[in-house]
């Protein structure tokens, strides 16, 4: 082999070295986007304004899981859940409290956005964003488990179904007894 054929292969291992690399950054990005178990933390302080009553905080949720859902009206990911978020909130029979927090929003739209998908359930406004920016929000929807002490357990990123979240649940306590 010559010189400069020699030098050609090694730049072609090194590019297929490369590829591979990257093809695996990718992969693992895409498997472990849409849900992380962070460690253990306390959740945040929830947003003070309510859209739908009553108003949900941290202390009242104590004592049953919960989860803790971040939308926007103008966020297309977020309206494809919706639908999910609704069976969610019919079939949690008192196992756990949902909670919606419409993130970075006009009232004017997050009011219209929960009229049109009929949720009855809790929901807070974020219009700051402040409380968001606290979780560490990456992306809309991101929806998190607490557990009955006000812990995060899980974080799920982009829409999700109601059979995912409520699969969530299963193995938390769903009451201090």
């Known amino acids: 082999m010559t010189r400069r054929s020699w030098r050609r292969a090694d730049v072609r291992r090194a590019a297929v070295v490369l590829v591979v690399a ?8 895409i498997l472990t986007s849409g849900s992380s178990a962070p460690s253990r933390r306390a959740a945040p302080a ?6 739908v009553a009553p108003r949900a905080t941290l202390a009242a949720l104590r004592g049953r ?19 999910e978020i609704s069976r969610l909130a019919a079939s949690l029979h008192g196992r756990a409290q949902l909670v919606g927090v419409d993130y970075s929003d006009a009232a004017s739209g997050a009011r219209a956005f929960i009229r049109s998908h009929h949720w009855t359930f809790p929901n807070l406004r974020d219009g700051s964003g402040r ?12 929806t998190f488990v607490l ?4 812990a995060i357990v899980r974080r799920f990123v982009g829409p999700q179904t109601a059979a995912t979240l409520l699969a969530a ?7 201090t007894t």
Do not use: M, Q
Request: hydrophobic fraction near 45%; charged fraction near 20%.
């Open 46 to 51: 929830l947003p003070a304004e309510v859209l």
């Open 22 to 29: 990257v093809v695996a950054l990718v992969a693992a990005e």
């Open 147 to 150: 557990d009955r002490n006000g």
């Open 131 to 142: 409380a968001g920016e606290r979780y560490g929000l990456g992306g809309l929807p991101t």
């Open 169 to 175: 649940l299963h193995g938390l306590k769903t009451s």
């Open 65 to 83: 899981p919960a989860i803790v859902n971040f939308w926007a009206s103008w966020c297309g990911p977020c309206r494809k859940e919706a639908p």
